[in-house]
């Protein structure tokens, strides 16, 4: 499958669902560009480290309490940083990046939501894997959102569907490798 392709099969995703993201369809190569990549780092066997700012953190929840619960997959290894280190915003980075690369051995995927001005995505953006739902900046490696949008919850949601069901199709074959070459 080409790039073109997964960005079909993406589009096609979105409408099937009846899920009312016109906004989503002119945004959709961005999102291919960073999406296939997570979803990759996942069957690779990386843990997601989930990270966001004190705004966005009740979607961190909404994630940990709906990604495992009742598939037909294997479980992903996902956990928040603010379980690890609960004074994350207090601690300098690099101390985090080196505790990170201990416990997970350098398998690990940084999975931020917030504010694009959050210290915490300097800590993604430096990671080699990483994936960044942006607010309020023009970040190169991320999916970037406004959060002055009075829908910026709602897409939040519909973004996730689609990744869960973008995890699903590369993890069982959907999706051909070559995503991407």
């Known amino acids: ?46 843990t997601i480290i989930l990270c966001s700012d004190l705004q966005k953190k009740w979607f961190c929840e909404y994630v940990l309490q709906t990604i495992n619960a009742n598939k037909g997959r294997p479980l992903i290894p996902i956990i928040t940083l603010e379980s690890m280190l609960p004074k994350c915003q207090d601690i300098d980075l690099p101390l985090i990046e080196d505790m990170l690369s201990v416990a997970f051995d350098d398998r690990y995927t ?42 910026s919850d709602v897409k939040l949601l519909q973004l996730f569907k689609i990744l869960d069901r973008t995890i699903d199709a590369v993890m069982f074959n959907e999706i051909s490798d070559d995503y991407g070459s």
């Open 1 to 46: 499958m080409n790039d073109l392709a997964f960005a079909n099969w993406t589009l096609e995703l979105a409408r099937k669902d009846g899920i009312a993201m016109g906004w989503f369809e002119e945004r959709r190569f961005d999102w291919c560009q960073i999406a296939y990549r997570f979803a990759k780092n996942i069957i690779n066997g990386n």
């Open 110 to 151: 940084i999975w931020y939501i917030g504010y694009a001005n959050n210290r915490l995505v300097k800590l993604a953006t430096d990671h080699q894997s990483s994936f960044i739902w942006a607010f309020d900046g023009s970040l190169h490696t991320a999916f970037n959102m406004n959060s002055s949008d009075s829908g």
